[in-house]
């Protein structure tokens, strides 16, 4: 939850669709005839990155992270012409996850994610909801008979129509965090592991630095520096980029290939 960047660099101007929020592409292809396509709908008090993707193929698509304000999602479902086949959930924080519940009984969908190890943050979403502000929020378990769907680990695959991405757990900012990896794409959905310029907060109740660090070098880094992220906030970014000039995880910072 929370913007969580410390620094100041990182709010600059999204390229806005109409109504829409910023349009996505994957870093290496461009206009192929197949592969995902997105929009990024920042939501919520925090701004934080929904996003909206889809298969080209069949026009079947996924929300990641519908932390609230559905009416926004909604519109860019019915602009967009999708077909909603899951939820895909980076963590239990308010802001990535306070939607969920709504957005699953609305539309008859499965919930894919977080781990496992995030049960105690979704467990308190409502309470969050009250303490923040939020409009009222439930609580959700992947997988019961309520919420159809899974936790997710590391090496899991989820489906977006035709189209697979990696699931990568990447504790840290939550302990039950995880990325989700489009490899033809070189696009990844980071959450609040990694922004432009900064790092996921890791002062909540089970979050842990040194996880967190070895989360982003030891899983993100090894996918590719041509890999453009979406982190939870802010703008949009590639993960050599942040080798290159991250303050806080940076090979100029760390030492590049060390431990
Ligand atoms: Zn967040
Ligand atoms: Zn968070």
Known sequence: MQPAWSGSTTRLRLRHEPGLGVGLRGGASGGGASGVKGVVIPVT???????????ERSMKG?????GGDLELIEQAVAE??????RILVTHGHLDHASGVVDLAERRSLPVEGPHEADRFW?????DSARRYGFPPARAFTPGSASTPGRWL????????????MSVLHCPGHTPGHIVFFHAGMRLAFVGDVLFRG???????PRGNHADLIQ????K????????TFVPGHGPLSTFGAERESNPFVGDAVLGAGSG
């Open 122 to 126: 979704i467990d308190q979403i409502p």
């Open 215 to 218: 989360s982003i070098r030891g």
């Open 220 to 227: 993100l880094w090894p996918l590719g520096s041509d890999v």
């Open 198 to 204: 900064s790092i996921g907060r890791t002062d909540f």
């Open 45 to 55: 008090p925090f701004q934080q990155n929904c996003s909206l993707i889809w298969c």
């Open 62 to 66: 996924a929300v990641v992270d519908p």
């Open 80 to 85: 967009h012409k999708i077909e909603l086949e």
């Open 153 to 164: 680990g590391d090496g899991d695959e989820v489906t977006v129509g035709e189209e697979r």
